[in-house]
């Protein structure tokens, strides 16, 4: 295992990326959530049996009591030495929702990554009296290279980010490259104040950086348009929510948009063991339209990628 060598830097701000305004859903017995962005994905049920994928999720955390544990992997924490990963912010919860889906009394999530193992990394936390603390960015990187040494993950979703290059992430990103571990990272919610800022690691070439869309299939105006590859639904989506008194809540943020794209990652690793991160971005690049499509990805895979990597192993 490769131990991350720290050392004195000016500070950075990490940010996480959702948007402040959350409100909570009172959904009836038993209704589907999110229909609309299953339909914009493209994504369809499938019945095949995919071998498990494992995601790192570098979040907040995961809870337990509201994602069903048997999907999910000991990680570790890196804000606070020895303690577990429960989430205490409901950020990364909702994230994993999103890729694991939900089914209970109020309501039903489809899972989107049926197949994921999550590890939860959990770079930020909270007091017990709520105050919230941050990692940083030695964290950050500490959990990349665990993410690929440690926790043989294929896929690392990374859903916030400093708004300055930093080596030692840069670093990081390139080993898990070379690790043939995939990168997603959510692109940043400040188009509106600064349309012109770029995050890390968002903006560097081996990740996929992921913009949002809302229901009319356009980039939402939070959202940056920097260093997007690809767009995918983060406006007014249903999550899981760690709230004692609520089930579901309506968030907005690339953070969620990100979610999608690593569980198309996971489908597509399932299905594909060899690809690679650079075929799953340029299927990307190729399929979408800019947008994300479960369908049009395995189908341009097949067609090109696929066929190209079996012409040449046959040659």
């Known amino acids: 295992m490769r131990n991350l060598k720290i050392r004195l830097s000016a500070v950075l701000i990490i940010v996480i990326f959702l948007i402040a305004a959350i409100?909570?859903?009172?959904?009836?017995?038993?209704?589907?959530?999110?229909?609309?962005?299953?339909?914009?994905?493209?994504?369809?049920?499938?019945?095949?049996?995919?071998?498990?994928?494992?995601?790192?999720?570098?979040?907040?955390?995961?809870?337990?009591?509201?994602?069903?544990?048997?999907?999910?992997?000991?990680?570790?924490?890196?804000?606070?030495?020895?303690?577990?990963?429960?989430?205490?912010?409901?950020?990364?919860?909702?994230?994993?929702?999103?890729?694991?889906?939900?089914?209970?009394?109020?309501?039903?999530?489809?899972?989107?990554?049926?197949?994921?193992?999550?590890?939860?990394?959990?770079?930020?936390?909270?007091?017990?009296?709520?105050?919230?603390k941050n990692g940083g960015i030695e964290a950050i990187c500490q959990a990349i290279y665990d993410a690929v040494d440690v926790y043989q993950c294929k896929i690392i979703n990374i859903s916030s980010g400093i708004i300055i290059h930093d080596e030692r992430l840069e670093a990081a990103v390139a080993y898990a490259e070379e690790h043939n571990v995939i990168i997603v990272s959510a692109a940043g919610n400040d188009n509106l104040r600064s349309p012109e800022r770029q995050y890390y690691p968002a903006a560097y070439d081996t990740v996929v950086g992921v913009g949002a869309i809302n229901s009319l299939l356009e980039p939402t105006k939070f959202s940056q348009r920097n260093n997007v590859m690809i767009y995918a639904p983060g406006e007014n989506i249903s999550a899981v929510s760690i709230k004692n008194s609520k089930v579901f809540e309506t968030i907005s943020g690339t953070s969620y948009a990100a979610a999608f794209v690593s569980a198309l990652a996971a489908n597509m690793i399932g299905r594909y063991p060899e690809m690679t991160p650079e075929d799953f971005r340029e299927t990307l690049k190729n399929s979408a339209d800019g947008q994300i499509n479960f369908q049009n990805a395995f189908n341009y895979y097949e067609g090109f990628i696929k066929n190209q990597k079996e012409t040449e192993n046959n040659e």
Not at 56 to 75: M, V
Not at 101 to 108: A, F, I, P
């Open 23 to 132: 409100s909570l859903t009172a959904n009836a017995v038993g209704v589907r959530l999110n229909d609309w962005i299953y339909e914009a994905a493209g994504l369809v049920e499938d019945t095949e049996i995919l071998d498990d994928v494992r995601i790192a999720l570098i979040d907040t955390g995961i809870s337990t009591k509201r994602i069903d544990p048997e999907r999910l992997e000991p990680g570790k924490n890196y804000v606070f030495d020895g303690a577990d990963t429960e989430d205490l912010d409901g950020h990364g919860t909702r994230i994993a929702s999103l890729i694991l889906g939900c089914t209970n009394e109020k309501g039903t999530l489809q899972p989107t990554a049926p197949n994921a193992k999550l590890i939860p990394l959990a770079y930020h936390s909270r007091y017990p009296s709520g105050v919230p």
